[in-house]
């Protein structure tokens, strides 16, 4: 856990999270996608069931993320892998978080899977002034378009106070890092762009990176991101041997990582500051005994349902006014 101050939080404290879903989607086919992968008659064996409990399961460890600080659960939760509408329509009435009162902003991507990011806001807390996606048009090194997830940036009020979201889900490593780096080095570059695009407008306005990169923060792509713009990143001190968001090989990554302008540091700020940032790892959401004990308890091994919660956690940082 990384700690700015220690001050008792209160009803001017805000916590702002990211979570990979793993597969956030329904079990109706989509004819335009290719989600054969999760439909009754794949190997899977998705169905209404399994999808009924991936939901309630999802809003449960939203629910709970910063709770225990906050007596709340966040305001604003960026998520990855969400197929449609629909899911998240049935994500904010789940029995955890229908109580609350959340919206959704979500576009339609060109990723093959049909998978998108999207934002869950608190309509009491956070007022939306815009929003749009944006395209990576990413290629491989042989040229071929790779069809990506879009950036989704979002402009709001928190507390009345204007700052901008920019939410992501770059290209996976699936091929080798060696071979998809220069994709997600494309997207650090975009986003750069996009920051640029914002600050012009308004040289002190307030800025949060937030998703699942696919690079820990001492890769080149966000190296780039964090010096190129001057972003702090309190996930570089999460980052550890014994502690990550997903664990691959028994090998512990941060892909998912939430990055902010330096201004949310100013201790003379009369407006939000940055209090602190965490994994929020908490052992209901972890397998707990096996070989993978500790790791995140995941939907799918494979092929093989487990019916956790997702093979990432999410991450938090909690602002204060």
Do not use: C
Request: hydrophobic content about 35%; overall charge negative.
């Amino acid at each position: 856990m990384v700690n700015v101050s220690l001050q008792t939080p209160n009803s001017e404290t805000y916590t702002i999270a990211f979570y990979n879903t793993e597969n956030l989607v329904d079990y109706i086919d989509n004819p335009l996608t290719l989600d054969d992968g999760f439909l009754e008659t794949s190997s899977k064996k998705w169905n209404k069931d399994r999808y009924e409990n991936k939901i309630y399961k999802t809003g449960l460890a939203i629910s709970k993320i910063g709770f225990d600080e906050l007596q709340k659960p966040p305001t604003l939760i960026g998520l990855a892998e969400v197929e449609n509408d629909r899911v998240l329509s049935a994500l904010v009435e789940s029995a955890h978080l229908k109580d609350y009162n959340y919206g959704y902003i979500r576009y339609d991507s060109p990723d093959e899977r049909g998978i998108d990011v999207a934002l869950l806001y608190d309509k009491d807390s956070f007022t939306v002034e815009n929003s749009d996606n944006i395209v990576l048009e990413v290629e491989s090194e042989l040229g071929v378009r790779d069809y990506t997830r879009d950036i989704l940036k979002v402009s709001g009020y928190l507390d009345g106070e204007k700052i901008h979201l920019l939410i992501n889900h770059w290209p996976s490593r699936h091929q080798g890092s060696d071979t998809t780096g220069h994709k997600r080095m494309y997207a650090a570059q975009k986003v750069v762009a996009l920051i640029n695009g914002i600050l012009e407008n308004d040289a002190e306005a307030k800025v949060i990176v937030m998703g699942d990169f696919n690079d820990n923060p001492k890769n080149e792509s966000i190296q780039y991101l964090k010096n190129t713009k001057s972003l702090f990143n309190p996930m570089e001190k999460l980052m550890s041997y014994t502690r990550g968001s997903a664990n691959h090989n028994f090998k512990w990554i941060l892909f998912d990582q939430i990055l902010m302008t330096k201004n949310f540091l100013e201790p003379h700020n009369k407006g939000l500051k940055f209090l602190k940032a965490d994994i929020f790892d908490d052992k209901f959401l972890a397998e707990y005994h096996g070989k993978y004990k500790g790791q995140p308890f995941r939907t799918y091994a494979g092929n093989k349902y487990k019916g956790g919660f997702s093979d990432h956690f999410p991450v938090y940082i909690q602002l204060k006014k």
